[in-house]
């Protein structure tokens, strides 16, 4: 959600990198304008992959110098904090990154919206909740999420590493249920290359199967540029009975939307945790960015012909005017080059529009947690007074579910908004409208002063 110090320092890093910016003669409505596509020769021989069939980042840098150069910006600030001695086939992750100055300066939402605490009560969000860092940390971050424990499953390194998924395409999905300690201890590449082209550069692959199955058929319509971010930056839970990371759409993308995913839940049988006070079967939301790109009717931009990638990794020239992709994720906010040949053909001020978007609707997701906040507080009352049928009990405790889920399938979207201002608002409408029944059933307003 809102920008770290850190990454505000990295930007200017980016910006000031960019000195090669030539002219682009306007196209208006064709992604890239005035920039040649990028492309790149298949490599002559292709690196020896690691014993999980994988072709590290570090294999390419010589091969692919710009792209690499750009993905190991996304580290810059600090190096990896992950340590392989290859000699002795072990990974050890050096403890003093804990306190590292990335981790104290990424925003903490359980300050900044502190409803965040009662609605995930329970359950490891509650406990731990910041923004993103880059895709070089993946491995770091999800074991110093503070959430897991001796307990933890496998199934937590999904998209956190091509070796994991490189793991479950040979041993199958048993291995989800495994010891996530035990599991990650063995891997050392972070998101990488070949999360999103297998190991050769010049194609995109998806590396998780789950992720191809829940495409169906759009597999083969909708661009690789956004399916291979589609297969991590998307909703999906851990089946009750394998563990396994599964996506709630079997239909393309047509089928994922919010009201889809939470039949679908509804439908198997998915609880990710009890709300102890009140028995509702809570739904824990991940990042849903490829739904509000593309889920449903899909949004303005990509209807536009725009992917993840033209605002996200937008082509750049090196120094002696090669054209490449900037492998560098962050917000298109920060790249004046790209806002001035492309975004400000058609829009004024990108930057102030997105954040008035974002301020409106990130205001407004946060005044319908605190309204849920309060409309938990009301049912917790009245369980205690014991005074509901278990007809309005059963009910109510779907609404919690339903309700949270359609505050948290926006909360927990990356862009604040900007990505579908139109979804944002249907889907707290959602919220809104069961959180008004529950407010019927208890006999009580939650709707905040
Ligand atoms: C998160 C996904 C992702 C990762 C990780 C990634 N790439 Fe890419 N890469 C892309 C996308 C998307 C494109 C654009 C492809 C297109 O438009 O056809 C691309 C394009 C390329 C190209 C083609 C030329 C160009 O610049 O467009 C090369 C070469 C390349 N990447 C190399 C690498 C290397 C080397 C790494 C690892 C150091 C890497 N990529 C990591 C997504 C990724
Ligand atoms: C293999 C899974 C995976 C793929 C593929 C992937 N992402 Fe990510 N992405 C993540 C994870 C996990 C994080 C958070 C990493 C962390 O906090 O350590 C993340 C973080 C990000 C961030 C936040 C970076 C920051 O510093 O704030 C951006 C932006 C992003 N991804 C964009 C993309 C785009 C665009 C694509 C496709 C070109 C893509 N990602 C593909 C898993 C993935
Ligand atoms: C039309 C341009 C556009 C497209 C297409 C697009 N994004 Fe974004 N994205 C944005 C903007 C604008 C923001 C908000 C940036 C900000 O707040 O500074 C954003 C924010 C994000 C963030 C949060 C970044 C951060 O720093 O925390 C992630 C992650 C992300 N997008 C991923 C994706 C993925 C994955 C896709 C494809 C499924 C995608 N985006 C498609 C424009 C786009
Ligand atoms: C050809 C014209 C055109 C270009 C070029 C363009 N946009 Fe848009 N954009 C639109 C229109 C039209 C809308 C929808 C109406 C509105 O502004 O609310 C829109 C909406 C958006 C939205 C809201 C999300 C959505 O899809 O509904 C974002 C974010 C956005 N644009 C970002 C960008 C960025 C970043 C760039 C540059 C990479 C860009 N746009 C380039 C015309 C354009």
Redesign the pocket.
């Known amino acids: 959600m809102r920008m770290g110090k850190y990454k505000k320092l990295l930007a200017l890093v980016a910006v000031l990198g960019a000195v090669a910016v030539i002219a682009a003669v306007g196209c ?2 064709k ?1 890239n304008p005035g920039y040649p596509t990028p492309r790149a020769e298949r490599a002559a021989v292709t690196p020896a992959p690691d014993k999980f069939g994988v072709v590290k980042a570090e294999q390419w840098k010589d091969i692919y110098p710009l792209q690499y150069e750009s993905y190991m910006m996304n580290g810059l600030n600090k190096p990896p904090a992950w340590e392989y001695d290859a000699a002795a086939d072990t990974t050890t992750v050096d403890s003093q990154y804990k306190q590292a100055d990335f981790i104290d300066e990424k925003a903490d939402y359980l300050e900044m919206y502190p409803e965040i605490k009662t609605l995930g009560k329970g359950y490891g969000y509650a406990k731990y909740y910041t923004e993103p860092a880059g895709h070089v940390y993946s491995l770091w971050s999800v074991t110093h999420n503070g959430r897991v424990n001796d307990k933890t499953k496998a199934g937590c390194i999904t998209c956190k590493t091509p070796q994991f998924s490189n793991d479950v395409d040979k041993y199958g999905d048993e291995i989800f249920q495994d010891n996530f300690f035990e599991r990650i201890a063995q891997y050392d590449e972070n998101i990488s290359c070949a999360s999103c082209h297998a190991n050769d550069p010049t194609t995109l692959e998806v590396d998780r199967k789950d992720w191809r199955r829940a495409m169906g058929e759009d597999a083969t319509r909708v661009p690789l540029q956004g399916q291979v971010c589609g297969q991590c930056h998307c909703d999906y839970s851990m089946d009750p009975v394998t563990g396994v990371a599964t996506s709630p759409y079997y239909g393309g993308v047509a089928s994922m939307t919010p009201d889809s995913a939470l039949q679908w839940y509804d439908e198997h049988g998915y609880v990710d945790w009890t709300y102890e006070s009140t028995g509702a079967q809570m739904l824990a939301v991940r990042h849903a960015e490829f739904e509000f790109c593309y889920g449903g009717e899909g ?4 209807n ?1 012909g ?1 992917n993840c990638n ?2 996200h990794m ?1 082509a750049k020239f090196s120094e002696d005017g090669v054209a490449y992709s900037d492998h560098y994720w962050s917000s ?2 920060e790249n004046a080059d ?2 001035a040949r ?2 400000s ?3 004024k001020d ?1 930057t102030a ?2 954040r008035a ?1 974002q301020e409106e609707l990130d205001g407004r997701a946060h005044q319908i947690g605190l309204r849920a906040e309060q409309f938990v507080f009301n049912f917790e009352d009245a369980v205690k007074a014991g005074t509901l049928s278990d007809e309005e009990l059963a009910r109510l405790q779907y609404i919690q579910r339903a309700a949270c889920y359609y505050w948290n399938f926006v909360t927990a979207e990356n ?1 604040e908004g ?5 979804l944002v608002n249907d889907t707290l409408d959602k919220a809104e409208a069961l959180l008004d029944e529950g407010d019927q059933i208890l006999g009580k307003s939650s709707k905040l002063p």
Request: overall charge negative; proline content about 10%; glycine content about 4%.
């Open positions: 208006a409505g992604p949004s303005h931009m990509i536009m725009y033209d605002c937008a298109p906010l790209l806002i492309d975004c053909t058609c829009h990108i529009e997105v978007w862009s900007a990505h579908n201002p139109t």
